[in-house]
């Protein structure tokens, strides 16, 4: 079974400073990592996916994200934040052989101007 | 193109009535989801249909929910009896194909009030 583990449920950083959202894994094959976000009264939206191609993600909003192997981690980051990225965001994981998406407890990012 | 949209957005109820959340897909999404999201947790999977039938069954939490999906489109979550752990927000996601290879599109849920 995979499962995976968001470190932190609030996250408060200030406007123009890192986001660093911390996500790990654990699964028995290799894994299709997910972040999404989900901003209040929405539904989830995808930011970016890792599946087995280039190790570094580019995602939109100007995130980005590392599958690194040996830390069984895939932790999202964002240069500068903007007031805009306040919202809930959330890891998940599934496998090439299970359509079953495993998402993490989520993860709440403030903003502080 | 329209989204996945789910109905009512909102849903309050008393203790042991029946309750019907609907989820309406992107057109020519074969896969559907519902998810339950409960306040300070994750999001808890209920219920996977591929087309109309439903392989797996097994995040439903016991037999008082049950969901069903017609046409390989519009889907249906009931819930029999209900009581207050009921109480959560209730997403729908679709998407092309299985979960790793296509991105899930989701509802804006049907947030559920059990008094």
């Known amino acids: 079974a995979q499962s995976v583990t968001q470190l932190g449920s609030h996250v408060s950083v200030s406007e123009g400073a890192l986001v660093l959202l911390r996500c790990n894994y654990s699964s028995s094959v290799p894994p299709y990592l997910f972040w999404y976000v989900q901003y209040p009264n929405q539904g989830l939206q995808l930011l970016l996916k890792?599946?087995?191609?280039?190790?570094l993600v580019k995602g939109i909003n100007g995130f980005e994200a590392e599958f690194k192997k040996s830390e069984t981690s895939f932790h999202l980051t964002k240069p500068s934040a903007h007031m805009s990225d306040a919202a809930e965001y959330f890891c998940a994981v599934s496998r090439s052989n299970d359509y079953k998406l495993s998402f993490g407890a989520g993860t709440t990012v403030t903003v502080r101007a | 193109g329209a989204g996945v949209s789910q109905s009512p957005s909102n849903k309050v109820t008393e203790k042991g009535k029946d309750v019907e959340l609907r989820c309406d897909p992107i057109s020519g999404h074969t896969a559907l989801y519902w998810y339950r999201q409960s306040l300070g947790q994750g999001l808890e999977f209920l219920i996977y249909f591929q087309g109309n039938s439903a392989p797996d069954k097994s995040g439903l939490p016991s037999d008082r929910f049950s969901a069903e999906r017609t046409g390989g489109s519009v889907s249906t979550l009931t819930i029999q009896r209900t009581q207050q752990e009921d109480s959560a927000v209730y997403l729908c996601a679709s998407s092309r194909g299985s979960s790793y290879n296509s991105p899930l599109h989701f509802g804006n849920g049907t947030r559920l009030t059990v008094t």
């Open positions: 890792y599946t087995s191609a280039a190790t």
